[in-house]
């Protein structure tokens, strides 16, 4: 796959080439579409990415690499945890009202480093030190939330956390929570599997198509 445009897909439209792009990726059958010198010409005069990416800073969970995109595409905004700062939400507004991209992804992976250090701070009663411990502490609520409803489990707390991201996104900022609520933005929370490479939708504001790894 040389060049394609998918600037101006619709929620709906934008989910799955996100889906079919890692079915590819998941297949080791990669297109690595939009990575080559014409394409970084076009795209010199301004961009047009067709969905937004939010997730954890892990090296192992590169976006473009995992959703088989190239230069234009997506746009990417990390953190470890992928916690939520104001920083964020204003990169995610940028992406949202100035890009006009129509989807949110939240990312969560599982054994993520960030949430297994925020159990281990509040099993030991002890606190990290540095911006490590803010980091900890963003994580804070999510771990004892997802512990109150019975998920102990590290890959289930990153699950839940993936979810409680993507419904405070639009609660935090007006202008998302606008968009989401009059159909022109979509947010949908997935998990991402180390060993498979594999994404699963974990919740969604659309319907979510079938996409058939085989
Ligand atoms: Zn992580």
Known sequence: MGETDDSGLDAAGSLAELLEGNRRFVLGDAAHPNQDVHRRATLAGGQRPFALIFGCADSRVAA?????????????????????????????????????????????????????ATMEAH????????????????LSSSVIGARQHGHGEINEIVAEH?????????????????????????????????????????????????????
Do not use: W
């Open 123 to 138: 099993d030991s009663g002890r606190m990290p030190s540095g911006y490590l411990r803010t980091v900890v502490e963003m």
């Open 64 to 116: 473009e690499i995992i959703f088989d995109r190239g230069l234009g595409d997506l746009f990417v905004v990390r953190t470890a945890g992928h916690v939520v700062d104001n920083a964020v939400l204003g990169s995610i507004e940028f992406g949202v009202e100035v890009l006009e991209i129509p989807l949110v992804i939240v990312l969560g992976h599982d054994s993520c480093g960030a949430v297994k």
């Open 162 to 214: 993936s979810v409680q991201v993507a419904q405070q996104l639009p609660e935090r900022s007006s202008s998302i929570g606008r968009r989401v609520a009059d159909g022109r933005l979509a947010i949908v929370a997935m998990e991402y599997a180390l060993s498979d490479g594999a994404v699963r939708v974990l919740s969604s504001t659309i319907a979510t198509p079938d996409v058939q790894i085989a």
